[in-house]
């Protein structure tokens, strides 16, 4: 199975909008409204910040927000902080119990 | 409020096997909601599903480490583990550990706890 591809890379200024998107199959992302987004600052655990597609778990911002249309996932992240600079990875489930993973995209607050 | 920590040796050497346990605490790892599973991350790259199982031991893992994977779960110490077999270098990884939801429960598919990570190195 093949990772998710993401933009290795995405940039804003604070107080902009960002959009990362996640491309994949009809067997994972097209197939399943099972996609989960993460977070990782350097060193750290992964945090989750979006599921099924839209969900966000509590204490997320709303500032964070899903969407999937087709093979595509996406991720926006609304009025930029600082804080937000991370790397962002996408998941979905791909049967079988099993799960894949975006190969993560870094996004820069200018 | 729920941890998991992981544990295990820090450096494997290459053909042998590297065995990791994920402890628990905070919460019952019988849970029917939940599955609990594996997620490595090679230097500067990204992340990669390794596997998970069930509280009652029904484990799946990714195709494409085959048949080198062994999850296992043991209640009685609220703990789960893995075994990879025959470790190369490319097995070189910071492994974490995760709570899964399951299919038709809370966050389905979605990992929403995670230990803090373990760095295994695999050389000789």
């Known amino acids: 199975q093949s990772a998710l591809t993401q933009p290795p890379s995405a940039s804003g200024s604070p107080g902009q909008s960002v959009t990362i998107s996640c491309t994949g199959t009809?067997?994972?992302?097209?197939?399943?409204?099972?996609v989960s987004w993460y977070q990782q600052h350097p060193g750290k655990a992964p945090k989750l910040m979006i599921y099924?597609?839209?969900q966000r778990p509590s204490g997320v911002p709303d500032r964070f927000s899903g969407s999937k249309s087709g093979n595509t996932a996406s991720l926006t992240v609304s009025g930029l902080q600082a804080e937000d600079e991370a790397d962002y990875y996408c998941s979905s489930y791909a049967g079988i119990n099993n799960v894949i993973f975006g190969g993560g995209t870094k996004l820069t607050v200018l | 409020q729920l941890q998991l920590q992981e544990s295990g040796p820090g450096l494997v050497k290459p053909s042998e096997t590297l065995s990791l346990t994920c402890t628990v605490s905070g919460g019952s790892i019988d849970s029917s909601g939940y599955n609990w599973g594996w997620i490595r991350q090679p230097p500067g790259q990204g992340l990669e599903w390794i596997g998970s199982v069930s509280y009652t031991g029904s484990a799946g893992h990714n195709p494409s480490l085959k048949s080198r994977v062994i999850i296992s779960v043991d209640t009685s110490k609220n703990q789960f583990s893995l075994k990879l077999s025959s470790v190369t270098a490319a097995d070189t990884a910071v492994y974490f550990c995760?709570?899964?939801?399951?299919?038709?429960?809370?966050?389905?598919?979605?990992?929403?706890?995670w230990g803090q990570g373990t760095t295994v190195t695999v050389s000789s």
């Open positions: 009809s067997s994972d992302i097209g197939g399943y409204n099972y």
């Open positions: 099924e597609v839209t």
């Open positions: 995760g709570r899964r939801g399951r299919g038709g429960g809370v966050a389905p598919y979605a990992v929403d706890v």
